[in-house]
């Protein structure tokens, strides 16, 4: 339609910590950045560690510090970050645009590592450069969102601009098949 071919990256399937893992792995390897690592906590532990309504974070320790080979990390809120959690707890997921929320957040929280890597610089502010590179990088998975007053993704769509509604997601939307 319109010639626009359907160009995107499929979702890709985030069940487990360990498919999460292969995901960032996938893009430090194109974005050449080097390997983090992913842990899945309980939303108490999350908020505990980054603060109250939290449900993700990337951290690593500061050159020079005692703990700096210590690794650098991006921690996950289990309940709000995984699509389906099979292999333990089971997600509820009723609507499809809460598929395209958790996988925006995956690539989010990369976006942060990729310029503590490239630029060394602090993008908890996400400014304009942090919100370029995520418009870019989500547009390959086919979601688009508008920004809220505090500088995070909102209101995600597709790219003709239609909500992803709130039917339930297929097995395609949560990365089960190949497309």
């Known amino acids: 339609m319109f010639g626009l071919k359907n160009n995107?990256?499929?979702?890709?399937?985030?069940?487990?910590c360990g498919e999460v893992q292969q995901f960032i792995d996938?893009?430090?390897?194109?974005?050449?950045?080097?390997?983090?690592?992913?842990?899945?906590?309980?939303?108490?532990?999350?908020?505990?560690?980054?603060?109250?309504?939290?449900i993700a974070c990337a951290f690593?320790?500061?050159?020079?510090?005692?703990?700096?080979?210590?690794?650098r990390y991006i921690v996950f809120d289990g309940q709000k970050c995984r699509i389906s959690g099979k292999e333990r707890n089971p997600v509820k997921i009723q609507h499809r645009y809460q598929t395209a929320?958790?996988?925006?957040?995956?690539?989010?929280?990369?976006?942060?590592?990729?310029?503590?890597?490239?630029?060394?610089?602090?993008?908890s502010k996400?400014?304009?450069?942090?919100?370029?590179?995520?418009?870019?990088?989500n547009a390959?998975?086919?979601?688009?969102?508008?920004y809220a007053w505090n500088n995070y993704a909102k209101f995600f769509h597709n790219f003709w601009g239609f909500p992803f509604g709130k039917r339930r997601p297929n097995a395609a939307d949560r990365g089960w098949e190949v497309r």
């Open 8 to 16: 995107f990256n499929k979702w890709p399937k985030v069940d487990t």
């Open 26 to 54: 996938m893009m430090c390897e194109e974005y050449k950045v080097p390997p983090i690592n992913v842990i899945i906590r309980s939303t108490s532990w999350v908020e505990w560690f980054a603060g109250k309504g939290v």
């Open 60 to 71: 690593w320790p500061h050159e020079g510090e005692e703990d700096a080979d210590f690794g």
């Open 101 to 123: 929320e958790r996988i925006h957040t995956i690539i989010h929280e990369f976006i942060h590592h990729y310029f503590h890597h490239h630029e060394g610089i602090n993008t």
């Open 126 to 137: 996400h400014g304009r450069r942090f919100r370029q590179m995520e418009k870019k990088m």
């Open 140 to 146: 390959q998975y086919g979601i688009f969102f508008f």
